[in-house]
Nanobody, 127 residues
Framework: VQLVESGGESVQAGGSLRLSCAAS????????VGWFRQAPGKEREGVSC????????YYADRVKGRFTASIDPGENMAYLQMNNLNTEDAGVYYC?????????????????????WGQGTEVTVSS
């Protein structure tokens, strides 16, 4: 079971990035994929969740309207489109998968809910 993130880079505030999460050795069909951010010295926090089961999504308040999660079980890929980035969005972004996960409530952004994790991709935002 492997998740590999990509797409992180350095951007200016107000810019956009699209992160990708590639799954291998298992299918994302039936899974929820969460995106998490960890800033230096801070705990890992949930950003978004999307379920391949029912298409439900859940976002942290601070990214609502700016970030959009998507999932393509056929390609075994998940994505996080991030627009209007600000310096508080900087950090290492991780994707994670939870079997039979749904994304209806805030608990869907809890680190403890997820079974499989990628190694992270770093996003830097300059002002």
């Amino acid at each position: 079971v492997q998740l590999v993130e990509s797409g992180g880079e350095s951007v200016q505030a107000g810019g956009s990035l699209r992160l990708s999460c590639a799954a291998s050795e298992f299918s994302l069909d039936g899974f929820a994929v969460g995106w998490f951010r960890q800033a230096p010295g801070k705990e890992r926090e949930g950003v978004s969740c999307i379920s391949s089961t029912d298409g439900s999504t859940y976002y942290a308040d601070r990214v609502k309207g700016r970030f959009t999660a998507s999932i393509d079980p056929g390609e075994n890929m998940a994505y996080l489109q991030m627009n209007n980035l600000n310096t508080e969005d900087a950090g290492v972004y991780y994707c994670a998968a939870e079997y039979s996960g749904l994304c209806w409530v805030a608990a869907s952004l809890a680190v403890s809910e997820y079974d499989y994790w990628g190694q992270g991709t770093e996003v830097t935002v300059s002002s």
